[in-house]
């Protein structure tokens, strides 16, 4: 058993507007409440463009001239160079957002933004099943769908292959489920084959929970083979995609899914505390099952579904300035192509792995066919801690990441570096980060070529 811890202008917006229905089925709810519903009774039309720009100060008060934050607010200058997986760099049309206005939640303006923000977050899942914001980060989300489904003496099946996924047997255990576990070393990846066995040989299961991309281990699960297994079973299964949701394929109707979640703060690249969750018919019918289903509580998906769905009210803990930054990301990204980001991705990633292999770094993934896109694991120099490392990145070189010490088996010390959002992909970035890295590693007395490592990710990031 491992234990380890450590919008540009204007933009027809095909899902917003009742004269222009969509041509695909993205969440019938959410476009329903988009064109129809969000402000009916009211007098109010919001425009289904992009949002207004209504300044709150100039560069001075704002800080958008340079770089973003307000003067004198930070006493430690930030890093140069943000290469988390907790918290991608903001771009220019989501800080322009974010210094929108602010509106009460229930006013019909917000209501439509709302709708149409919900509408596009379905639209990258390419997903008709119901999609809700959560006013908070995608851990709620998954802790929600959790107490949701799983009721006394149930059986789950958890597939395991890094720290989050293990976290989820606790979880499902404590909730009231017979858990049985499918886990592999934090460097590898779920078989598909294996999910096919246990679920023959275990037709009790009706839950199942899979992590796409476990962030630390940085490496992913062929959910777009193991989630339709879990179909053919009749089980449900859940999908946390949080680092991957905008980075990576994430077909979660094609796929069968019937539980996904993403999140705001990592490929999207919007500020954090909203989750985004789709959720299946099917899913629905399981909660319904459960007499511990949350109600009456923050952590409830139903009280989401019926206060929105049903009632046309917001949820009034959301926020309204993190929701305008959501909606500018969401409605960059559907403008510039989902799968167009997603091939832009795998390039800088492999090419940022392939010139890391190059200088000498060792990557903690067992091979590059399992090794995520949207984020790449290294190890750190045998004889330095964590610690070490991370103070040398972020003191010498103005570099913030982060990073996991593993005491199962394998071990070893690494740091994670994230792939997400448009600014993280950017050629420049790649190799200012590659170098940085491999400049740290030398500074802890590795023997790189750090030249030739990054010849090779230009080569790659050119050629591509």
């Known amino acids: 058993m491992q234990d380890a811890r450590a919008v540009d202008d204007a933009r027809d917006d095909r899902n917003a507007e009742a004269n222009d229905p969509p041509s695909k089925g993205y969440s019938r709810r959410a476009v329903l409440q988009a064109s129809a519903g969000a402000v009916a009774g009211s007098a109010v039309t919001a425009a289904a463009g992009p949002l ?241 289903a949350p109600v009456h509580s923050f952590l409830s998906l139903i009280d989401y579904k019926n206060t929105w769905f049903e009632g046309g009210r917001v949820p009034s803990t959301v926020s309204p300035t993190v929701t305008f930054g959501l909606y500018a990301a969401l409605n960059d990204l559907v403008r510039h192509g989902v799968d167009r980001r997603i091939r832009e991705t795998t390039r800088s990633a492999r090419a940022f792995r392939a010139g890391a292999r190059a200088m000498g770094i060792e990557l903690w993934a067992a091979s590059e066919s399992i090794a995520a896109d949207c984020n790449s694991t290294l190890l750190v120099p045998p004889n330095h801690t964590l610690q070490e490392a991370l103070d040398l990145l972020r003191q010498r070189y103005s570099v913030a990441c982060a990073g996991t010490t593993f005491t199962g088996d394998p071990a070893g010390t690494t740091i994670r570096v994230g792939h997400m959002g448009s600014v993280q992909i950017e050629a420049g970035f790649i190799l200012r980060l590659l170098e940085a890295i491999g400049r740290a590693w030398e500074d802890l007395g590795a023997d790189l070529d750090v030249r030739g490592g990054l010849r090779v990710a230009r080569r790659m990031l050119s050629g591509w």
Request: charge should be negative; glycine fraction near 10%.
């Open 52 to 292: 207004p720009a209504i300044a709150t100060g100039g560069p001075g008060r704002s800080g958008h001239s340079d770089g973003g934050g307000y003067p004198g607010l930070l006493r430690i200058p930030p890093p140069k160079i943000n290469a988390g997986t907790g918290g991608s760099p903001l771009t220019p049309s989501v800080l322009r957002a974010l210094d929108t206005q602010t509106l009460p939640v229930n006013d019909a303006a917000f209501r439509d933004l709302f709708a149409r923000t919900t509408a596009l977050a379905a639209e990258v899942l390419e997903t008709d099943d119901d999609v809700l914001l959560t006013p908070a980060e995608a851990i709620m989300c998954i802790e929600g769908a959790m107490r949701s489904a799983i009721r006394p003496g149930i059986t789950a099946l958890n597939l395991i292959s890094g720290l989050y996924g293990a976290d989820y047997t606790v979880w499902m255990e404590n909730f009231g489920a017979t858990v049985i576990e499918l886990r592999v070393p934090y460097n590898e990846s779920i078989e598909p084959s294996s999910v096919e066995a246990i679920l023959a040989q275990h037709p009790e299961v009706e839950f199942m929970s899979v992590v796409h991309v476990d962030t630390p281990s940085g490496t992913y699960n062929a959910i777009d083979q193991i989630c339709p297994i879990a179909k053919s079973h009749g089980v449900v299964s859940m999908v946390d995609s949080a680092s991957t949701y905008g980075s990576m394929p994430l077909h979660s109707d094609k796929w069968g899914a019937d539980i996904t979640v993403g999140a705001s703060q990592k490929s999207v690249a919007s500020p954090a505390a909203v989750g985004i969750i789709s959720v299946s018919d099917a899913a629905w019918e399981l909660f319904a099952k459960n007499p511990n």
